[in-house]
């Protein structure tokens, strides 16, 4: 085997461990917060790693979905670097103003805050690993991202089990994430890459506007689609508060819709697999492309078909021994929130390749009339048939986005044919 093969061999490896452990960390530190906490604090735990993932986005900014695809380097990784700092201020003002606009208490503004501040750790390190990816080290990405997740994992529970306290737990989590760049990110760029982090005295402020106004389209994509997620969670979380859902029902929500959370997170797995295609498209190779695209598609169409059936028969029972909590009784709900995940994961797989195309801001619409049609039948579907409510307004909402994303592909596909 040559040394090539045995590289890309190594990075699909490491890049699907990665994946997979980034991906199963919200479902096991919802795992220990279900089984050492109460309903109230657990719902707590919930709604506020929800927030923190949706303002993860701002963070990121969706610059690694570019950055990973720019493989004639037309921004080097210092401009990417600054405008991560930037996008990362913006996450933590945006925390800031949702937590007085929501008039959060005291303690959950500060537990939501020390949540947000250990994301933001994450979408620094994000940026490492997209520049591991764009230069063919996925293997490097992949390491930090498991070796991160474990680190977590085994803390949150350690600290819980011996505090009981969510706030220590949060705190605990977001210093070992400080530690753990230094000990990953920033060794494994000098390491490999040469490189050390030098901070010069200005910003580039116009290469790093340039960046932002590139991947707004992106961005404001990975933002609505994330509000879309944290929709029926927030109506659930508003109904909480006034009384008018049982207590647990966050948690509940959260436990049956972890499975789709982890399906959408999954796409990451194939990065490695689109930063290929984009060279496939750059070189013109046509057939290639629209060939590898269709064989994506399939494939996950055939883990769709298993992850429902697999969801119907055992699904509710292996969650509910899991998080301890009965779930069979929310069987066809289960059900129904799978469809949507695989719908929205078809349809994500087409926005990727309208940003290999570099026609990312012909799908702003597809999120818009999606965000739209999301916050028009939530809180009245929700309100009327609680969980049931949640699920059906998630499907709908996601049986919007897979049309709408069909349909710009393939204008966006016969525009380029014509061109």
Request: a positive charge.
């Given at each position: 085997?040559?040394?090539?093969?045995?590289?890309?061999?190594?990075?699909?490896?490491?890049?699907?461990?990665?994946?997979?452990?980034?991906?199963?960390?919200?479902?096991?530190?919802?795992?220990?917060?279900?089984?050492?906490?109460?309903?109230?604090?657990?719902?707590?735990?919930?709604?506020?790693?929800?927030?923190?993932?949706?303002?993860?986005?701002?963070?990121?900014?969706?610059?690694?979905?570019?950055?990973?695809?720019?493989?004639?380097?037309?921004?080097?990784?210092?401009?990417?670097?600054?405008?991560?700092?930037?996008?990362?201020?913006?996450?933590?003002?945006?925390?800031?103003?949702?937590?007085?606009?929501?008039?959060?208490?005291?303690?959950?503004?500060?537990?939501?805050?020390?949540?947000?501040?250990?994301?933001?750790?994450?979408?620094?390190?994000?940026?490492?690993?997209?520049?591991?990816?764009?230069?063919?080290?996925?293997?490097?990405?992949?390491?930090?991202?498991?070796?991160?997740?474990?680190?977590?994992?085994?803390?949150?529970?350690?600290?819980?089990?011996?505090?009981?306290?969510?706030?220590?737990?949060?705190?605990?989590?977001?210093?070992?994430?400080?530690?753990?760049?230094?000990?990953?990110?920033?060794?494994?760029?000098?390491?490999?890459f040469g490189h050390t982090?030098?901070?010069?005295?200005?910003?580039?402020?116009?290469?790093?506007?340039?960046?932002?106004?590139?991947?707004?389209?992106?961005?404001?994509?990975?933002?609505?689609?994330?509000?879309?997620?944290?929709?029926?969670?927030?109506?659930?979380?508003?109904?909480?508060?006034?009384?008018?859902?049982?207590?647990?029902?966050?948690r509940d929500f959260n436990?049956?819709?972890?499975?789709?959370?982890?399906?959408?997170?999954?796409?990451?797995?194939?990065?490695?697999?689109?930063?290929?295609?984009?060279?496939?498209?750059?070189?013109?190779?046509?057939?290639?492309?629209?060939?590898?695209?269709?064989?994506?598609?399939?494939?996950?169409?055939?883990?769709?078909?298993?992850?429902?059936?697999?969801?119907?028969?055992?699904?509710?029972?292996?969650?509910?021994?899991?998080?301890?909590?009965?779930?069979?009784?929310?069987?066809?709900?289960?059900?129904?929130?799978?469809?949507?995940?695989?719908?929205?994961?078809?349809?994500?797989?087409?926005?990727?390749?309208?940003?290999?195309?570099?026609?990312?801001?012909?799908?702003?619409?597809?999120?818009?009339?999606?965000?739209?049609?999301?916050?028009?039948?939530?809180?009245?579907?929700?309100?009327?048939?609680?969980?049931?409510?949640?699920?059906?307004?998630?499907?709908?909402?996601?049986?919007?986005?897979?049309?709408?994303?069909?349909?710009?592909?393939?204008?966006?596909?016969?525009?380029?044919?014509?061109?």
């Amino acid at each position: 085997m040559t040394r090539n093969a045995i590289n890309e061999k190594s990075n699909y490896i490491w890049n699907m461990i990665g994946s997979v452990s980034s991906s199963v960390i919200s479902t096991v530190l919802l795992i220990f917060a279900a089984r050492l906490l109460s309903p109230e604090s657990s719902d707590l735990f919930g709604i506020i790693y929800s927030l923190g993932q949706q303002l993860f986005v701002v963070g990121l900014f969706q610059v690694r979905d570019y950055q990973a695809t720019d493989v004639r380097e037309k921004f080097d990784f210092q401009v990417y670097l600054e405008t991560r700092i930037v996008t990362i201020l913006l996450m933590i003002g945006s925390t800031f103003i949702f937590a007085v606009v929501s008039h959060y208490t005291a303690e959950k503004t500060l537990i939501f805050l020390i949540l947000v501040m250990s994301r933001a750790v994450d979408a620094f390190s994000d940026v490492f690993q997209g520049f591991f990816q764009q230069h063919e080290r996925s293997d490097l990405a992949g390491k930090i991202l498991f070796f991160r997740s474990i680190v977590i994992m085994i803390s949150f529970y350690l600290i819980l089990l011996l505090t009981g306290s969510l706030l220590l737990a949060c705190l605990g989590i977001f210093g070992l994430n400080v530690l753990l760049t230094f000990l990953l990110d920033f060794r494994y760029m000098s390491r490999h890459f040469g490189h050390t982090i030098t901070w010069r005295r200005r910003l580039q402020a116009k290469q790093i506007w340039s960046v932002l106004v590139t991947c707004f389209p992106l961005f404001f994509s990975g933002f609505l689609i994330n509000y879309i997620f944290n929709e029926p969670k927030l109506v659930i979380d508003g109904l909480l508060s006034s009384g008018q859902l049982q207590t647990g029902l966050q948690r509940d929500f959260n436990i049956l819709f972890m499975p789709t959370f982890i399906m959408s997170l999954l796409l990451i797995i194939l990065r490695p697999l689109i930063t290929d295609l984009s060279r496939v498209w750059l070189d013109k190779d046509y057939r290639q492309f629209y060939s590898s695209f269709g064989k994506l598609i399939l494939i996950l169409l055939g883990f769709g078909l298993f992850v429902i059936v697999a969801g119907y028969l055992v699904g509710t029972e292996v969650l509910g021994l899991l998080y301890g909590v009965p779930l069979t009784q929310y069987k066809w709900e289960f059900v129904i929130l799978l469809l949507g995940g695989i719908f929205n994961v078809l349809a994500s797989v087409i926005g990727n390749m309208m940003t290999i195309f570099r026609k990312q801001v012909n799908f702003m619409v597809v999120y818009i009339v999606t965000f739209i049609v999301s916050k028009m039948i939530s809180t009245p579907l929700i309100t009327k048939l609680g969980m049931l409510g949640a699920a059906y307004s998630f499907l709908i909402a996601m049986i919007v986005f897979l049309v709408l994303s069909i349909s710009v592909f393939l204008l966006t596909k016969k525009l380029l044919n014509e061109g």
